[in-house]
């Protein structure tokens, strides 16, 4: 009989490749992580990992329980939101991961939301961008998560994890009010490729969207700054260091005195925003209220 804790392990460690890594992330020892794989490779026969000098990766073996591990996983999830329903449900705690423009634009309205509607629902919030709070979810870290999509992201196919969309927003550019361009209607992105840029730092999916729009209009920014705060960025262009590109909702409330916010031409980048539970829990009767609450705060926006 395989044992499903044993199944989180091996997730974690094809998630992670490192046993170190997997260890850490389900608060266990490099040790303990190591024994509960050999005991299921012992319950299934099978050799289900190799080791070698860039980390773990799974055998073919491996990866054919790991298929099965996804729905075994899923499938657990609902048979506890099911009893969770059976026992009414109608109060405890849902732990959430989102970035900061998000918790303002629609974790904050669902939270008032929930405060009217399920005042048994106790939402714990953390600050965390979208490359970070998928793997939180996954590791059971949090409950749900309001992320980004960039490259390399678990997609809405992802067998781990269920999407719901919640909106879409562009970005628009932004210079400094002396800049050449600071009085043009729209800003044509291919000829912002001399400019020094200003731009969150690589792994935040922002970083991405700023780097393929401007890929997609024909040259490689020149990151000379960056910031994951949107307000620094904004101080920096205010002061000449370059120009950026930043979404939309992240300008509210900033000082715009000293720069100039203009549409791209042609197709803005946009990000796109997405809630992410583990698959099977969407309807888990604490976590369901908490969605469609997020849902609301995004058709309001």
Request: net charge negative.
């Amino acid at each position: 009989m395989i044992e499903a804790r044993r199944l989180h392990i091996l997730r974690a460690v094809a998630d992670h490749r490192t046993v170190t890594a997997a260890a850490a992330a389900l608060y266990l020892t490099p040790s303990a992580v190591s024994q509960q794989l050999a005991a299921l490779e012992q319950e299934t026969g099978h050799r289900l990992v190799e080791r070698g000098a860039r980390g773990v990766r799974l055998t073919p073996a491996g990866e054919i329980l790991l298929g099965h591990t996804h729905a075994v996983l899923a499938q657990l999830e609902r048979a506890e939101a099911e009893l969770a329903a059976y026992d009414a449900g109608s109060a405890g705690t849902v732990t959430l991961a989102a970035f900061a423009t998000g918790i303002g634009l629609v974790v904050a309205p669902a939270l008032a939301t929930l405060a009217r509607t399920a005042p048994g629902i106790r939402v714990r919030v953390q600050d965390a961008e979208g490359d970070a709070s998928l793997p939180m979810v996954l590791d059971r870290q949090v409950d749900v998560a309001v992320a980004v999509e960039y490259r390399g992201a678990p997609g809405a196919d992802d067998p781990r994890l269920t999407h719901i969309p919640l909106y879409a927003e562009p970005f628009e550019a932004v210079v400094p009010v002396g800049h050449r361009l600071a009085g043009a209607e729209v800003v044509p992105l291919a000829e912002l490729a001399k400019d020094p840029w200003i731009g969150p730092y690589p792994g935040n999916p922002c970083h991405d969207v700023v780097v393929l729009a401007c890929e997609h209009a024909g040259f490689q920014p020149r990151l000379e700054h960056h910031s994951d705060d949107f307000s620094a960025v904004l101080s920096l262009a205010s002061a000449g260091a370059g120009v950026a590109l930043v979404p939309r909702s992240a300008l509210r409330g900033l000082d715009l005195t000293d720069v100039v916010v203009r549409p791209v031409d042609g197709v803005a980048p946009t990000r796109r925003v997405f809630a992410a539970v583990r698959r099977g829990a969407e309807e888990h009767p604490l976590i369901r209220p908490v969605l469609d609450a997020l849902s609301e705060a995004a058709r309001a926006h």
